[in-house]
C-alpha cells in the first residue's frame, strides 16, 4: 500500500502507475495529441477530449436532485452541490475565509502573499490567476465572446453577462436592511451601504478628499492633473471618464433610448431619465440651509447657494459682468454676438434661448400655465408667478443701500436706485428729454402724438 516505485525525472512527482508517469510527463513536454474534429481543440488525454465534445452536443447527463440542474461532468455536478449543502471545507489560515472550492481558494490566498506569477506580454501587467490574465488579454483582442441573447450585446467576462442579464428580467435579489433599496449585484449593494455608514476609505493625496470607492478617487484625480485621454472622433471633444465619452456620442447619433412612461420624452442618460421624473412626483430632495429652498438636483442647489454667498466665478472678457453660473455667461455672450439661434415659426421672432421662445409661444397660445393657488390667477411664466405672490405675502426682499426703500422686484429696485444717481439712459428722439425709466418715456412720447397720458 503506498508504493510509488515510478517517479518523474523533471519534478520528482512519484506514481503507483507507469501510465499515470506517461500522463504525467504530457503535462511537462506540452503534447496535447487528441484534436476534436469540431473545434479543433487540442488536449493532452482522451477523458478530457471526452468531456469537451459534450459542449458541443449539448450532453448533460449529471443531474442535480434538488434543483434539476445538469452538468457534462460529474465533477461540476459535486461542485455545484455545495450551493446547496453551504459546505466550505476550505479554510485560509490568515484570515479564516472559506470556500466551496478549491480552485477559489487557492485564488485567495494569492492576496496575502501577493504572488502574481501571470504577466502579460503587451503591457507587462501581472495578475495573481491566470484566468484573470486570459481576461486582461481580451482588452488588447477586444475579443468579447458572452453574448446576450437578447439585445445582442457582447462582454469579456461571462460574470458580465449574467450581470448584465439582470437588466432583462429585472432581478435584484440583493437588498439593503437599512432602507429596504434592492440591487441587481453584490458589489453594487456593498457600495450602497458606505452611504449609510459613512465609510469612505480612499483619500486624495493632494487636496485629502475622500471617497467610498476606487474608482470615484481615480475619477477625482483627473480633476488635478487635467487628463481627458478619451477623444470623440467625430468632433475631437476631450474626455476624462470613457463613461462621459459614451454619453457625449449620443449628441451626435440622436440615440435616446430612455423614455419616460408619463408624457413620453426621451433621454440619452438613464440620471437625466431619472432626475426629469421628479418633476412629474413633486420630488426635490436638495434643500438649502440658509433659506430652505428645494431642489430637484444638487448641481441646482448648489447653484442656488451662490445667491447667498455672492460668488461670481463667470466673467465676461467683453464688458466685464460676472455670473454666478457659466450657462448665463454664455447666455449673455450671445447679447454681444447677437446670435439668436431660436426662432419662433408664427411671427418670425428671434432668440438668444430656447427657454425665451418656449416662453414667447405663449403670446400666441394664451396659454398660461402657472395658476396663484391664493387667488387663482394664472401666469405664462412661473417667474412671473412668483412676482404675482409678493402681493399676497408683502414680501420686500429688495433694499435701497442709499434710503433704504424696499421693493417686491429688483427691476423696480435698480429704477429707484437712479433716483439717487440722476441716471437718464432713456433719451425722447424728438425733443432730448431723458428719462430714468422706460416707461416714463413711452407716457411722454404720448404728449407729441397728441394723446392725454393717463394719471396716476
Known amino acids: 500500500m503506498g508504493d510509488k516505485p515510478h517517479s518523474c525525472e523533471v519534478c520528482g512527482s512519484s506514481f503507483a502507475r507507469k501510465s499515470h508517469l506517461w500522463s504525467h510527463m504530457k503535462r ?65 489560515e490568515v484570515c479564516d475565509s472559506s470556500f466551496a472550492w478549491k480552485s477559489n481558494f487557492v485564488s485567495h490566498m494569492t492576496t496575502h502573499t501577493g504572488d502574481k506569477l501571470h504577466s502579460c506580454e503587451v503591457c507587462g501587467s501581472s495578475f495573481a490567476q491566470k484566468s484573470t490574465l486570459l481576461n486582461h488579454m481580451r482588452r488588447h483582442t477586444g475579443e468579447k465572446p458572452h453574448s446576450c441573447e437578447v439585445c445582442g450585446s457582447s462582454f469579456v467576462q461571462r460574470s458580465h453577462l449574467l450581470n448584465h442579464m439582470k437588466t432583462h428580467t429585472g432581478e435584484k435579489p440583493h437588498s439593503c436592511e437599512v432602507c429596504g433599496s434592492s440591487f441587481a449585484q453584490k458589489s453594487h449593494l456593498l457600495t450602497h451601504m458606505k452611504r449609510h455608514t459613512g465609510d469612505k476609505p480612499h483619500s486624495c493625496e493632494v487636496c485629502c ?59 440619452a442618460q438613464k440620471s437625466h431619465l431619472l432626475t426629469h421624473m421628479k418633476g412629474h412626483t413633486g420630488e426635490k430632495p436638495h434643500s438649502c440651509e440658509v433659506c430652505g429652498s428645494s431642489f430637484v438636483q444638487r448641481s441646482h442647489l448648489l447653484n442656488h447657494m451662490k445667491t447667498h454667498t455672492g460668488e461670481k466665478p463667470h466673467s465676461c472678457e467683453i464688458c466685464g459682468s460676472s455670473f454666478a453660473q457659466k450657462s448665463h455667461l454664455l447666455t449673455h455672450i450671445k447679447r454681444h454676438i447677437g446670435e439668436k439661434p431660436h426662432t419662433c415659426e408664427v411671427c418670425c421672432s428671434s432668440f438668444a434661448q430656447k427657454s425665451n421662445l418656449l416662453c414667447h409661444i405663449r403670446t400666441h397660445t394664451g396659454e398660461k400655465p402657472h395658476s396663484c393657488e391664493v387667488c387663482g390667477s394664472s401666469f405664462a411664466w412661473k417667474s412671473s408667478l412668483f412676482d404675482h405672490m409678493k402681493t399676497h405675502t408683502g414680501e420686500k426682499p429688495h433694499s435701497c443701500e442709499v434710503c433704504g426703500q424696499s421693493f417686491g422686484w429688483k427691476t423696480n429696485l435698480l429704477n429707484h436706485v437712479k433716483t439717487h444717481t440722476g441716471d437718464k439712459p432713456h433719451s425722447c428722439e424728438v425733443c432730448g428729454t431723458s428719462f430714468g425709466q422706460k416707461s416714463n418715456l413711452m407716457r411722454h412720447m404720448k404728449t407729441h402724438m397728441g394723446e392725454k397720458p393717463h394719471s396716476l
Open 209 to 267: 478628499s475622500s471617497f467610498a470607492q476606487k474608482s470615484n478617487l481615480l475619477r477625482h484625480m483627473s480633476t488635478h492633473t487635467g487628463d481627458k485621454p478619451h477623444s470623440c472622433e467625430v468632433c475631437s471633444s476631450s474626455f476624462a471618464w470613457k463613461s462621459s465619452l459614451f454619453n457625449h456620442m449620443k449628441t451626435h447619433t440622436g440615440d435616446k433610448p430612455h423614455s419616460c412612461e408619463v408624457c413620453g420624452s426621451s433621454f
Open 28 to 92: 511537462h513536454t506540452g503534447e496535447k495529441p487528441y484534436s476534436c474534429e469540431v473545434c479543433d481543440s487540442s488536449f493532452a488525454w482522451k477523458s478530457s477530449l471526452f468531456v469537451h465534445m459534450k459542449r458541443h452536443t449539448g450532453d448533460k447527463p449529471h443531474s442535480c436532485e434538488v434543483c434539476g440542474s445538469s452538468f457534462a461532468q460529474k465533477s461540476n455536478l459535486l461542485s455545484h452541490m455545495k450551493t446547496h449543502t453551504g459546505e466550505k471545507p476550505y479554510a485560509c
